[in-house]
């Protein structure tokens, strides 16, 4: 029997996304790499759909936007 691969789980991956992301923030730390990665490679390391940043990044200013309105 062949073993599916856990990475193609969405809620393994939903589950794991921080700890992928933590994982290549820790890899380019040790090795001193500076250089920015793209947003398309870097939904490619951790598994995510290519519009994953840019709704990260959406879902943030909408938070922001409601909280400013708050106070």
Sequence with gaps: M????ITLNEE???ENI???LSWEILKRSLTLDQQPIPSQ???DMIG???NYVF???QVAKEKCTAQS???
Excluded: A
């Excluded at 062949?2 to 691969?5: C, F, H």
């Design 18 to 20: 921080d700890r992928l």
């Design 12 to 14: 393994w991956l939903n």
């Design 69 to 71: 309105r708050i106070h």
């Design 41 to 43: 490679k870097l939904c």
């Design 55 to 57: 709704n990260v990044i």
């Design 2 to 5: 062949q073993e599916e691969d």
């Design 48 to 50: 995510v759909p290519k």
